[in-house]
T-cell receptor
Framework: GAVVSQHPSRVICKSGTSVKIECRSL??????MFWYRQFPKQSLMLMATSNEGSKATYEQGVEKDKFLINHASLTLSTLTVTSAHPEDSSFYIC???????????FGPGTRLTVL | DAKTTQPPSMDCAEGRAANLPCNHSTISGNEYVYWYRQIHSQGPQYIIH???NNETNEMASLIITEDRKSSTLILPHATLRDTAVYYCIVRVADGAQKLVFGQGTRLTINP
């Protein structure tokens, strides 16, 4: 299957700082990328969908000004958590889909801890 | 909301077949059944998908009932590394469509 990477794998930051998470498709061009959030013992919740070169579409209840998504190239999408607070601590997972695949391939996830 | 229902947890002995059921009684004619699994603290892994015919790959088999209202994922010879949360998702076969994850089934393989 296609490979998707995320960086960093884990990050600890102070409250009020901003954190950027990168999602890369390593061996295919991702026309669409998705960002999910997962709290402990819960399922994945979709945050937003981004298509290369256009603005992301956010799910209901997700603040677009707090969770900034950039999908500037076909192999890279970034999620920036602005002014992070302890309640933003979570496992953030991206997935990517190429134009030739009907499956989504998931990254390994990024664990964010806000102190 | 997820359109599938799965048992919250199951146990299976190592080396035996693990059969994971999924109900999707409101599935539409153009929706596929997808299975993913998530091992602890990792991203989900695609397993298999199907429309109406049974499917098999190197990981698992997918049995879909004739009325398509339910399906079963079969891991033929479960190993300890198959311990994970298994998600059954219905979706049209367009990768641009979002995946809606339910609570899944937490499968524990016991030695």
């Amino acid at each position: 299957g296609a490979v998707v990477s995320q960086h960093p794998s884990r990050v600890i930051c102070k409250s009020g700082t901003s954190v950027k998470i990168e999602c890369r498709s390593l061996d295919f061009q991702a026309t669409t990328m998705f960002w999910y959030r997962q709290f402990p013992k819960q399922s994945l919740m979709l945050m937003a969908t981004s298509n290369e070169g256009s603005k992301a579409t956010y799910e209901q209840g997700v603040e677009k000004d707090k969770f900034l998504i950039n999908h500037a190239s076909l192999t890279l999408s970034t999620l920036t958590v602005t002014s992070a607070h302890p309640e933003d601590s979570s496992f953030y997972i991206c997935s990517a889909r190429s134009g030739s695949h009907n499956e989504q391939f998931f990254g390994p996830g990024t664990r964010l801890t806000v102190l | 909301d997820a359109k599938t229902t799965q048992p919250p947890s199951m146990d299976c002995a190592e080396g035996r077949a693990a059969n994971l059921p999924c109900n999707h009684s409101t599935i539409s004619g153009n929706e596929y059944v997808y299975w993913y699994r998530q091992i602890h603290s990792q991203g989900p892994q695609y397993i298999i998908h199907g429309l109406k015919n049974n499917e098999t790959n190197e990981m698992a088999s997918l049995i879909i009932t004739e009325d398509r209202k339910s399906s079963t994922l079969i891991l033929p010879h479960a190993t300890l590394r198959d311990t994970a949360v298994y998600y059954c998702i219905v979706r049209v076969a367009d990768g641009a469509q979002k995946l809606v994850f339910g609570q899944g089934t937490r499968l524990t393989i016991n030695p």
